[in-house]
Structure formats: structure tokens, C-alpha cells
């Protein structure tokens, strides 16, 4: 049955694993005429140039073909027309949606009144579940596995979106999580809940050394937003605290590899790209073999 | 003079009790009383041993639907109504929280979908005694 795709949280380990998997096949294999004859809507309420490329490039190289728009700007939103409208709309030419929208729960209520299928690409500071399976896709990749790493996240943990998807995700898979974040970006209460209910083990860390540094098998970087703080002096405190160097990264494990969900401003020092434990850019890159997984999933396309 | 009543009987009908004073015409409004055609009574700041003053609305020749009833328990958990034939009391019914609720809760994020479009808003129960609810679409949580 072909479906939509709004939240990772309702997928069981199998279904995780399988898409693993289908993306893994078009790593080997991404140029599939399996969208043949297809039409992808790609809905950008939201600019969003990085996951847009993304899905349509994925769209394109299963042969599909994309309409659609980048800016709401140019559209009858602007106008004031319902996104139910809108979806009913482009639902009359498309065979999928791919929506990203401002509003949380956007996708949720699209995949409600759209008789076509939706993948949600992000709905404001709620879901982004393509983002969260290209981090899964990274780490099994880089490990071997997914089961029982050490997974330690820096920075913005309080309002860091993929952060928390990340842990919901990880829950099949015994993890031990170590939070590095100042207290004005703690990890909030009803995570660190959900850890203790799904029998994640964590810790949290104020400061960003060495033990931290040394003892995991994935160093998970975010963004220390200025717009978050309401104490700029606490900002300016803070702010050159989370910023990872090539001289800090001498005495990791050997597999050990950083992420980070892009874009980075200076939570990364330049010269930490030329390390063998950068790991970002083919972070994103695979984000196009797991959209293809995603998509073909969505319209029950067998790979 | 302990059993006087303090409004009239009814004959048949609903008597919604034990209502907080000040809950009393929101509860009018979630049930939609302005509009019913029967008589109605409401009183409120009335004696009460329970809760201090109460409210009291007597809706006659009106049944509520259980729906209609779970809608109270977002405002007004513990209030009773009594189901009147004959002027006796043949049920009480104490107000449940649903599983799901419709339309009745707005959506406290400003963000969320169902406060920028023209639809119901729609929570789910995460936890009935401690009355939190979670929005269906922006997956926040609210305490009512």
C-alpha cells in the first residue's frame, strides 16, 4: 500500500532496518528507472535548498520527473489559500508529495486530506524522519552496526531537532548516549524521560574534553544558535565552548566519526575536514541513497 | 432545613453538579445551552460542603451524549450528572476523559498547523489522572 511518511517514531526495528538496507542497494546502484512514468511534487513552504536537492536529485536519478516550488512566496499561500487546498490541488498531478512547511505538525494534517502520499521534509521544529534515517544510514555504515554504540551530541540540545529524533530512533538499538551541552541547552526533561522508559542509558556533560572526546564511537555536532539565548553574555560565554579542532581529535577510537546535520557556522574548525573522522559531507551525500529508499517505500515500488 | 432544595425539580431531564462556581457558564457554552430550547436553570454560588460554593445547571428534557459528556472533562473533571425520569434520579454519571478529543482543546503553540488552518483541533490522552494531553499534529504536550 502506498503511504505516507510523516514521523520515524512509529517505525519498528524491521522497518528501519529494511530501508537500511534499500538505501545500502542504491549506494551500489543509484541510477534505477523504478520512478519511471512518475510525477514527484517537491513543496517547499519553507526554502530549504539543501533537502530540496536532495529529493529531487533522488527523484531524478530513479528516472522520475519533479514539479513544484522552493519558496511559498510565488504561490496562492501568499494569497491566503489553505494548505489543504494546495495539496488537494497538486495531488490532481503528482503520484507523491514531498512537503516541507513552517508549521509543526504540517505534514501530519497533509497526509490527513491527501489522497496521495506524503513525505514530510522537515514541519518546523517537529519531524524531519528522511534527515533522521540518513543519520541511522551514516552510523551503521561507519560501525558496522547500529547496536550498542556509544553516541555523544554536542551543543543545542534543547531546541536541536534531529537530536531528539536521533534518540527516538536509536531506542531499538541499545545505545549509550553521552548529552554535552550548557545548561541553557540542556537536553530537555521529557527526553532524558523518554531514555529512562525506553531503557537508554546517558549521561550529560557540561564540558566538551577529551573523556568525552575519546570514549565514543560517534561524535554528533549541532549548531550553538545565537537567536536561542536570552542572555547574550551567556551566549558569548558559551558559544567558543562547543567548537571542535583537529588537535582535539589525536587519541579517538579509531572508527570514530563526527556528523553534523549541516549547515555548520564554527562548531567545526576548518581544519578538522582534512581528519579521517570527518564525516558530514558523506553524511549528506547518502541522504540522496536514503530519500531513493524512502520514496520507492512510499509508493510501494519493490527495489 | 438541610434537605430544602435550592432549585426547583425536575421532572425529566439532566442535572449537572458539583460545578465549580466560576466553570459554570463555561460548561454552558461547551454544552452549547444557549442555544437549547427547553427551559434551563442555572445556579451558581450556591452552598456546597464538597467544594466550598458550587454551580448547578438543570437542563430539562435533555439526555447528553456520552461525547457530549467528555467533552466536560477538560474543564470540569469531577462534576455529576444526574439523569432524571419521574422526577427521581435513575443514573449519576461521572465525566471520563476520552481516549481522543476533537474540537475542544485549542492548540497552545502559536506554530501549530491547527491554529493557521480551518480545522478541528485533535489531542490524544497521554495521561488521564495527571490530565496531560498531546496535540495529534505538533506532538506537543499540555497539562489542562
Do not use: W
Request: charged share 25%; hydrophobic share 40%.
Amino acid at each position: 500500500m502506498p503511504h505516507s511518511l510523516v514521523t520515524i517514531a512509529n517505525l519498528s526495528k524491521e522497518k528501519i532496518l529494511s530501508l537500511l538496507d534499500n538505501a545500502a542497494r542504491f549506494e551500489a546502484q543509484p541510477n534505477r528507472r523504478l520512478l519511471e512514468g512518475h510525477v514527484v511534487a517537491t513543496l517547499f513552504f519553507e526554502p530549504s535548498t539543501r533537502t530540496r536537492l536532495s529529493f529531487e536529485t533522488a527523484v531524478n536519478r530513479l528516472a522520475g520527473r519533479v514539479i513544484g516550488f522552493s519558496d511559498a512566496a510565488n504561490t496562492s499561500t501568499s494569497k491566503g489559500e489553505t494548505l489543504k487546498d494546495t495539496i488537494m490541488m497538486v495531488s490532481n498531478y503528482a503520484d507523491l508529495i514531498v512537503m516541507r512547511h513552517h508549521l509543526e505538525g504540517a505534514a501530519r494534517y497533509a497526509s490527513e486530506v491527501s489522497p496521495v502520499p506524503i513525505i514530510n521534509a522537515g514541519d518546523g521544529a517537529n519531524q524531519h524522519p528522511s534527515q533522521t534515517m540518513l543519520d541511522l544510514y551514516s552510523i551503521q555504515k561507519t560501525q558496522g552496526t547500529l547496536e550498542g554504540l556509544d553516541i555523544c551530541l554536542v551543543g543545542d540540545l534543547k531546541y536541536g531537532r534531529t537530536v531528539h529524533s536521533l534518540i527516538m530512533a536509536m531506542r531499538h538499538f541499545r545505545p549509550h548516549f553521552h548529552f554535552v551541552a550548557p545548561p541553557e541547552l540542556a537536553m530537555p526533561e521529557e527526553y532524558k524521560l523518554y531514555c529512562r522508559q525506553n531503557g537508554i542509558s546517558y549521561e550529560e556533560h557540561t564540558e566538551f574534553d577529551a573523556s568525552v572526546i575519546n570514549n565514543t564511537d560517534i561524535l554528533y555536532m549541532t549548531r550553538v544558535q545565537r537567536e536561542r539565548f536570552t542572555d547574550l553574555m551567556e551566549y558569548e560565554r558559551v558559544k567558543n565552548v562547543y567548537i571542535l579542532r583537529a588537535s582535539m581529535l589525536t587519541s579517538t577510537r579509531p572508527t570514530m566519526k563526527i556528523l553534523h546535520p549541516l549547515p555548520r557556522v564554527n562548531e567545526i574548525a576548518n581544519d578538522v575536514d582534512a581528519c579521517p573522522q570527518a564525516y558530514y559531507f558523506q553524511q549528506a551525500k547518502n541522504g540522496l541513497f536514503v530519500r531513493e529508499a524512502l520514496i520507492c517505500d512510499c509508493l510501494d515500488i519493490q527495489v | 432545613m438541610k434537605d430544602k432544595l435550592q432549585v426547583a425539580a425536575l421532572e425529566n431531564g439532566t442535572v449537572i453538579d458539583h460545578i465549580p462556581s466560576k466553570l459554570v457558564f463555561k460548561i454552558v457554552d461547551l454544552l452549547g445551552l444557549q442555544n437549547q430550547e427547553s427551559s434551563v436553570t442555572i445556579g451558581y454560588n450556591l452552598q456546597s460542603k464538597k467544594i466550598g460554593k458550587k454551580g448547578i445547571i438543570k437542563v430539562a428534557d435533555k439526555f447528553f451524549t456520552d461525547e457530549e459528556i467528555s467533552r466536560l472533562s477538560v474543564v470540569a473533571p469531577n462534576v455529576v450528572l444526574n439523569i432524571i425520569r419521574g422526577y427521581e434520579v435513575v443514573e449519576k454519571k461521572t465525566v471520563v476523559m476520552p481516549d481522543e478529543l476533537h474540537g475542544i482543546v485549542r492548540c497552545p503553540n502559536p506554530k501549530c498547523i491547527c491554529n493557521n488552518e480551518p480545522m478541528p483541533t485533535f489531542f490524544h490522552a497521554v495521561d488521564k489522572e495527571a490530565r496531560i494531553l498531546k496535540c495529534h499534529y505538533c506532538e506537543k504536550e499540555l497539562h489542562v
